[in-house]
């Protein structure tokens, strides 16, 4: 593959960035074109040359990618007085995760990754290829591991930026050549090789069913009205607008606030409005009930769903509400969803917590 090839894959990284989106759906599958440049191990006696990829990848859960990935450069040789126009083609075939830290709906968001694969070095002269030791169009496994940063610019377009170590265990092109000059190149062992790289994400996924027809986005509804008569049957408050980040709270985490999806002020003014009408009628008792999306497992899900009912609790004690009026903090895991699972969207509306009024009766 000659350098125009390398133009036209850059090429196409480029024109695919420039439609580049993330969606951090889950189960979703993008494209992750790359350019930047690979950085040789002093041993390739090779100069840095550009470097380009693109990845295929879906998200595992909300903080595992996975990519599969075709990559490629081109070095010139550093000796080129003795090799004139003679290059040095890498291809690479590979799997890689990467492990996303912060939440889903972070705008920076760190990541470690790892990957294993197979590299095929070739020269693209004949001069010398069948010098003892090189072999062309060998395959030899390799293993690469690194870190960035991904930069969410709105819920569908993200910037990546990586740096990386690349092992390949190179056993086509060792041993030795020798020139009527008596230049040698040996190498007994594989060769580290430094990436670094920028790309772009473009989701293919959103095209679940649709959820059932939304209404418009409204401020959060006013606080139920006073429980002035004992209601005649179980009546569910739903604090609409109270939703809780994907698995949060932690296990030992108190305060509510940094848990609570994004506008925070306005969930916590939603608490603060139930908090008020439970004050202002002490015969009211309700039961808090927690609930999550469906991603994960049964019994992990009901933990969750615990905790979110308890710190809702925790929220109203700690503001003035009588323990007394709280007759039950119960979860129900994901069990009882009020939306789809298909869509981000949905699965927020599912990671909430619910005020039952218990019947008084007269």
């Given at each position: 593959?000659?350098?125009?090839?390398?133009?036209?894959l850059?090429?196409?990284?480029?024109i695919?960035g420039?439609?580049a989106?993330s969606?951090q759906d889950?189960?979703n599958?993008?494209?992750a074109?790359?350019?930047?440049?690979d950085?040789?191990?002093?041993?390739?006696?090779?100069?840095?040359?550009v470097?380009?990829?693109?990845?295929?990848?879906?998200?595992v859960?909300?903080h595992?990618a996975?990519?599969?990935?075709?990559?490629?450069?081109?070095?010139?040789?550093k000796?080129?007085?003795?090799?004139p126009?003679?290059?040095w083609?890498?291809?690479?075939?590979?799997?890689?995760?990467?492990?996303?830290?912060?939440?889903?709906?972070a705008?920076?968001?760190?990541?470690?990754m790892?990957?294993?694969?197979a590299?095929?070095?070739?020269a693209y002269?004949?001069f010398?290829?069948?010098?003892?030791?090189?072999?062309?169009?060998?395959w030899?496994?390799?293993?690469?591991?690194?870190?960035?940063?991904?930069?969410?610019?709105?819920?569908?377009?993200?910037?990546?930026?990586?740096?990386?170590?690349?092992?390949?265990?190179d056993?086509?092109?060792?041993?030795?050549?020798?020139d009527a000059?008596?230049?040698?190149?040996?190498?007994?062992?594989?060769?580290?090789?430094?990436?670094?790289s920028?790309?772009?994400?473009?989701?293919?996924?959103?095209?679940?069913a649709?959820?059932?027809?939304e209404?418009?986005?409204a401020?959060?509804?006013?606080?139920?009205?006073?429980?002035?008569?004992p209601?005649?049957?179980?009546?569910?408050?739903?604090?609409?607008?109270?939703?809780?980040?994907?698995?949060?709270?932690?296990?030992?985490?108190?305060h509510?606030?940094?848990?609570?999806?994004v506008?925070?002020?306005?969930?916590?003014?939603?608490?603060?409005?139930?908090?008020?009408?439970?004050k202002?009628?002490?015969?009211?008792?309700?039961?808090?009930?927690?609930?999550?999306?469906?991603?994960?497992?049964?019994?992990?899900?009901?933990?969750?769903s615990?905790?979110?009912?308890?710190i809702?609790?925790d929220?109203?004690?700690?503001?003035?509400v009588?323990?007394?009026?709280?007759?039950?903090?119960?979860?129900?895991g994901k069990?009882?969803?009020?939306?789809t699972?298909a869509?981000?969207?949905?699965?927020a509306?599912?990671?909430?917590?619910e005020?039952?009024?218990e019947?008084?009766?007269?």
């Amino acid at each position: 593959m000659k350098r125009n090839a390398l133009s036209a894959l850059i090429a196409l990284a480029l024109i695919g960035g420039s439609a580049a989106a993330s969606a951090q759906d889950f189960g979703n599958w993008y494209i992750a074109p790359r350019i930047g440049a690979d950085i040789p191990d002093s041993n390739r006696k090779t100069d840095a040359s550009v470097w380009g990829g693109i990845g295929v990848g879906v998200w595992v859960n909300p903080h595992l990618a996975v990519d599969f990935e075709y990559t490629m450069n081109n070095a010139s040789f550093k000796d080129s007085s003795w090799r004139p126009n003679h290059e040095w083609e890498s291809v690479g075939l590979g799997v890689s995760g990467r492990w996303f830290f912060g939440d889903e709906g972070a705008q920076w968001r760190p990541y470690v990754m790892g990957g294993v694969g197979a590299l095929r070095h070739a020269a693209y002269s004949g001069f010398l290829l069948h010098a003892k030791g090189y072999h062309e169009n060998g395959w030899d496994p390799m293993v690469t591991v690194g870190g960035g940063i991904q930069y969410n610019l709105n819920e569908r377009m993200a910037l990546r930026g990586e740096i990386a170590a690349r092992y390949d265990k190179d056993n086509n092109t060792r041993g030795q050549l020798s020139d009527a000059l008596g230049y040698s190149i040996s190498h007994k062992g594989g060769y580290t090789d430094g990436i670094v790289s920028v790309g772009l994400v473009y989701n293919f996924g959103g095209h679940a069913a649709p959820a059932p027809a939304e209404k418009p986005v409204a401020p959060p509804p006013p606080p139920p009205p006073p429980v002035e008569e004992p209601a005649p049957h179980n009546v569910v408050i739903d604090l609409r607008g109270v939703n809780f980040k994907f698995d949060r709270p932690k296990h030992g985490e108190k305060h509510i606030e940094p848990t609570l999806q994004v506008p925070t002020a306005d969930s916590i003014a939603i608490l603060d409005q139930a908090v008020d009408v439970l004050k202002r009628q002490p015969e009211v008792k309700v039961e808090l009930d927690g609930h999550t999306d469906a991603i994960g497992g049964d019994a992990y899900n009901q933990k969750l769903s615990e905790r979110r009912a308890q710190i809702v609790n925790d929220y109203l004690i700690a503001h003035g509400v009588s323990q007394s009026q709280i007759v039950g903090v119960k979860g129900f895991g994901k069990t009882q969803p009020i939306d789809t699972n298909a869509t981000k969207e949905g699965r927020a509306r599912n990671r909430r917590t619910e005020l039952k009024v218990e019947n008084q009766g007269h």
